[in-house]
């Protein structure tokens, strides 16, 4: 069993930045991905970015440019840096880590990010 503890997230003006993080804890397995995956009011949850155990990053289009994605796999912690934010990116921003040998997946409580115009 993996648990996902995620912290930060907030208001914040257009414009601004916020910087959110996700630690894995338990029965981690060396290849695995982790990232944010983001669902708006009535919508559906969207990828937002993930990243790799290797480092290997994607980005939903709509965040590329002003949202990074790193990790510590010492501390099996990922970290995405919110940068430009906009209104539309008013969403949950929930953590996933994904086992990529068993090929399940663990998601965190959500954390609310919203970015008043």
């Known amino acids: 069993q993996v648990q996902v503890l995620e912290s930060g997230g907030g208001l914040v003006q257009a414009g601004g930045s916020l910087r959110l993080s996700c630690a894995a804890s338990?029965?981690?397995?060396?290849?695995?991905?982790m990232g944010w995956y983001r669902q708006a009011s009535g919508g559906r949850r969207d990828l937002a970015a993930i990243?790799?155990?290797?480092?290997?990053?994607t980005y939903a289009d709509s965040v590329k440019g002003r949202f990074t994605i790193s990790r510590d796999n010492v501390k099996n912690t990922v970290y995405l840096q919110m940068n430009s934010l906009k209104p539309e990116d008013t969403a949950v921003y929930y953590c996933?880590?994904?086992?990529?040998?068993?090929?399940?997946?663990?998601w965190g409580q959500g954390s609310q990010v919203t970015v008043s115009s």
């Open positions: 996933n880590y994904r086992d990529e040998t068993k090929l399940i997946g663990y």
């Open positions: 990243i790799t155990s290797s480092g290997t990053t």
């Open positions: 338990g029965r981690i397995l060396s290849i695995n991905t």
